[in-house]
């Protein structure tokens, strides 16, 4: 086996990294600040993957399709944030769960009844086919995107948490919500916004994975299984661990894959017992933190 096909593989896995971080940082911020664990988190992904098919089918562009489904399922996210898990806060902590593992059935179930069940393709657009060669091999130009867009994201997120007052109030709340209430900060509407942003990054996530895939009512699945994995390997409400864990995990995976593809997916699984063996918190939690 060359070095070629390894050096390959490896950015392959890059590409499933970057996307499974986009999902994982949806997951980690919603738990991290809120505090629920939401199963419906897949789902959602699912969902935006479906809203880019269908604006990318109203408008002919990706583009709009890359625009426009994140914000209206982070909106969509909101208003699951406002009328439903609300009037949980305050009971017990496993009502919020049971309430997005029930809904996550519920968007599924109404994806399939609108759109069939069968898998639909969503082509890249024109001008992000074909390949690119990196010096040591051809690569796909659509999944070299795809990391590029996620690092720029990447960027834009950490600006808003480290550089303004919301990031600040964010971070402050992800470590002691007190602290709001004494900076007189509307808890509310502060939850509401990182719901919906939580949300949002998932879908974006799912219209990046879209044309790597067949978009089809249960590509959340595994996805959500995968966000899990990777929330615990790099510490429940960690967004460095987030990050660092999704590019870990997509690295190993897409390695495993070429090896022993029947591994592929255990691989992730036994990555995740290992490292909770040696730190129970994950490589970035706090002791406790999931507590």
């Known amino acids: 086996m060359d070095l070629e096909l390894i050096l390959m593989q490896l950015f392959s896995g890059l590409a499933l990294g970057a996307i499974l971080v986009m999902v994982a940082l949806g997951?980690?911020?919603?738990?991290?600040?809120?505090?629920?664990?939401?199963?419906?988190?897949?789902?959602?992904?699912?969902?935006?993957?479906?809203?880019?098919?269908?604006?990318?089918?109203?408008?002919?562009?990706?583009?709009?399709?890359?625009?426009?489904?994140?914000?209206?399922?982070?909106?969509l996210g909101m208003a699951i944030e406002r009328f439903l898990i609300r009037p949980l806060y305050g009971r017990s902590p496993d009502d919020p769960l049971l309430l997005t593992f029930g809904l996550g059935y519920v968007l599924v179930e109404s994806v399939r009844i609108t759109f069939g069940t069968d898998g639909i393709p969503f082509s890249a657009p024109e001008a992000l086919q074909g390949v690119v060669d990196l010096g040591v091999g051809y690569f796909?130009?659509?999944?070299?995107?795809?990391?590029?867009?996620?690092?720029?994201?990447?960027?834009?997120?950490?600006?808003?948490?480290?550089?303004?007052?919301?990031?600040?109030?964010v971070r402050a709340g992800a470590r002691d919500p007190l602290i709001m209430k004494v900076l007189g900060v509307d808890v509310g509407r502060l939850w509401l916004l990182v719901f919906g942003l939580g949300v949002g990054l998932t879908a974006l996530g799912g219209v990046l994975a879209a044309p790597m895939r067949n978009v089809s009512?249960?590509?959340?699945?595994?996805?959500?299984?995968?966000?899990?994995?990777?929330?615990?390997?790099?510490?429940?409400?960690?967004?460095?661990?987030?990050?660092?864990?999704?590019?870990?995990?997509?690295?190993?995976?897409?390695?495993?894959?070429?090896?022993?593809?029947?591994?592929?997916?255990?691989?992730?699984?036994?990555?995740?017992?290992?490292?909770?063996?040696?730190?129970?918190?994950?490589?970035?939690?706090?002791?406790?933190?999931?507590a």
């Open 27 to 75: 997951l980690t911020i919603v738990f991290g600040m809120l505090g629920i664990v939401n199963f419906a988190h897949g789902a959602l992904f699912m969902v935006g993957a479906y809203a880019g098919l269908w604006v990318a089918a109203q408008t002919g562009s990706f583009w709009w399709a890359l625009l426009v489904a994140p914000i209206a399922i982070g909106v």
């Open 140 to 169: 796909p130009l659509y999944r070299l995107f795809v990391v590029g867009v996620v690092a720029l994201v990447l960027l834009l997120l950490w600006v808003a948490l480290e550089k303004t007052r919301f990031g600040l109030i």
């Open 217 to 290: 009512p249960e590509m959340g699945t595994l996805v959500l299984a995968e966000a899990f994995v990777v929330t615990v390997i790099g510490g429940m409400g960690s967004l460095l661990g987030a990050v660092v864990a999704g590019l870990l995990v997509g690295i190993a995976v897409s390695m495993t894959a070429l090896f022993a593809p029947e591994m592929a997916t255990i691989v992730m699984f036994a990555l995740m017992a290992l490292i909770l063996l040696v730190r129970p918190q994950g490589l970035f939690g706090r002791p406790g933190a999931g």
